[in-house]
């Protein structure tokens, strides 16, 4: 048993714990499956496994800069989170085991279902997410359930894992083919709420056709901004210049010698708004290398492994089609954040810790689907929406994890939000024993979802077929 468990444990922390290794062993596998030559099986797979390092490079370099903001900004609010005696590193190290073993198990469960069910269709991907989505429901279930076992602990989360993981995507899916017509991937974020949410408030404010952030028609002086790389570094810079002479001396001249300790503050901010700009623009090179090998491999398990599947992956696999909605989403969001920092702070309420990464990362894929459906009115929406869904998020669920990781409400994406008080809600119900009605609804609901999807499905492509034989019956 514990050699099982060792194995499973090893799998999660070094493969589905490791994007790119994951990425780069389905990719390796998925050129073996269409029996590619040798050499192009073995590019194909460091390219995508390059690519996502990319990625993840530009996410560090312009993460940086979120973090270092976040810091200002804090300073020249005035706001420091509320304590608890919790944390997450103690939670971590309490129940990172646990965490480590329902990622596994759920991702093979995942993969059983959706070998099972055709109308599944897509496989959960997002290495991080898998990770957080996991320890979110783990701090859930002993929230509700302080006493089970591990075992419980990791075949209930398990089972509602896997079962978010294959819905997720699916929910999406109408929203994903406005933005990615052949699909080609899914979308496997826990940003899809909020997408949802703008996808539907969204709808009467405009259209894509007349209003897409892509083709704004501006004066000539202002044409500057149509390169999304100018308009990021001029928009975070001015807001890091205003953050910065509001901030205290002692905050920013630190923040500023940790790059060097002659910088000016002034300058300090400039640069972290360019190295900002710089980090999105190597975010979506990285992005395009590794889906340029990723999607075509993915035919061989397509083809001869999990039939009719596509890959669900990460939100800045969307972010190329619309950059400059990402940008309109992260200061939307922004500023509807800070809006309701101000008014918690002054009805005394809650002292929100602005999540800067939170924000855009899901203010701007939230963005690029409130585009698809509004223009640059949907993108607003889409970033006003994940702001206020953040911050009362953050307010009413810190302390829900009071007992296990509060910083869990302040990390949160709105999926998060959900499963948490969807769990709680039930807590009278579940406690104890009844916390194994979890994976039972949860799977049951995810099996009866993919059989209506399938037999919908069927009934569409026996009327299809039925539609071209009276057709070709018409011409003959």
Same mark, same amino acid.
């Given at each position: ?24 062993? %389905?990719?390796?596998? !998925? ?11 073995? &590019? /194909? ?5 390059? $690519?996502?390092?990319?990625?993840? %490079?530009?996410?560090?370099?312009? +993460?940086?800069?979120?973090?270092? *903001?976040?810091?200002?900004? +804090? @300073? ?7 304590? =608890?005696?919790?944390?997450?590193? +103690?939670?971590? $190290?309490?129940? !990172? ?59 209930? /989360?398990?089972?509602?894992?896997? &079962? ?21 991937? $899914? ?11 703008? !996808? ?22 202002? @044409? *500057? ?10 928009? %975070?810079? #001015?807001?890091?210049? #205003? ?58 398990? =397509? ?11 990460? @939100? ?15 200061? =939307?969001?922004?500023?509807? *954040? ?60 810190? =302390? ?36 194994? +009605? ?28 039925? @539609? ?9």
């Amino acid at each position: 048993m514990d050699i099982i468990k060792d194995i499973l444990t090893f799998l999660a922390d070094n493969v589905f714990g490791q994007v790119p290794i994951l990425i780069g062993l %389905i990719t390796l596998a !998925g050129l073996l499956l269409q029996r590619r030559r040798f050499e192009d099986t073995l &590019a /194909g797979a460091l390219r995508a496994t390059v $690519g996502v390092v990319v990625l993840f %490079i530009g996410v560090e370099i312009f +993460a940086g800069g979120l973090t270092s *903001f976040q810091t200002v900004l +804090a @300073s020249a609010t005035g706001t420091t989170p509320p304590k =608890s005696d919790n944390t997450l590193d +103690a939670f971590l $190290g309490s129940q !990172g085991g646990t965490i480590a073993l329902v990622i596994t198990v759920a991702f093979l469960l995942h993969v059983l279902i959706v070998r099972l069910f055709p109308a599944a269709r897509y496989l959960y991907l997002t290495g991080h997410l898998m990770f957080w989505i996991s320890t979110v429901v783990v701090a859930s279930l002993v929230t509700v359930a302080p006493d089970a076992n591990q075992l419980t602990l990791v075949l209930c /989360g398990a089972g509602l894992v896997a &079962a978010y993981w294959t819905l997720q995507p699916l929910w999406m899916r109408p929203l994903m083919r406005k933005v990615m017509p052949d699909d080609r991937f $899914g979308y496997a974020h826990t940003s899809s709420l909020a997408a949802l949410v703008t !996808g539907y408030v969204a709808r009467p404010f405009g259209s894509r056709e007349k209003h897409d952030t892509e083709r704004l028609k501006l004066p000539r002086q202002l @044409s *500057f901004f149509k390169d999304v790389n100018v308009s990021t570094a001029l928009v %975070i810079g #001015v807001i890091m210049l #205003v953050a910065v002479a509001l901030a205290d001396d002692q905050v920013v001249d630190k923040l500023a010698a940790e790059m060097d300790a002659k910088l000016s503050t002034w300058v300090w901010a400039l640069l972290v708004a360019l190295r900002f700009a710089g980090g999105i623009a190597i975010l979506l090179y990285g992005v395009r290398m590794f889906l340029a090998e990723i999607v075509p491999a993915f035919k061989g398990f =397509s083809d001869r492994v999990i039939p009719g599947t596509r890959p669900a992956l990460d @939100s800045p696999t969307i972010f190329p089609t619309a950059p400059t909605a990402v940008m309109v989403g992260f200061v =939307s969001a922004l500023l509807v *954040f800070l809006a309701c920092l101000g008014i918690f702070a002054a009805a005394d309420w809650f002292t929100l810790a602005p999540p800067m990464i939170m924000l855009f990362f899901v203010g701007g894929p939230v963005a690029v689907f409130g585009n698809v459906v509004a223009g640059w009115r949907g993108a607003v929406i889409g970033g006003a929406i994940t702001g206020l869904v953040l911050a009362i998020g953050q307010a009413v669920t810190w =302390s829900l994890f009071d007992r296990t990781a509060p910083e869990l409400a302040t990390l949160a994406d709105p999926d998060w939000y959900a499963i948490a008080w969807l769990l709680k809600a039930f807590d009278p119900v579940l406690g104890g024993a009844s916390i194994w +009605a979890v994976p039972v609804v949860a799977l049951a609901v995810t099996a009866g979802v993919l059989l209506i999807l399938g037999r919908r499905e069927r009934r569409e492509v026996a009327e299809e077929k039925t @539609s071209g034989s009276a057709s070709a019956t018409g011409q003959a």
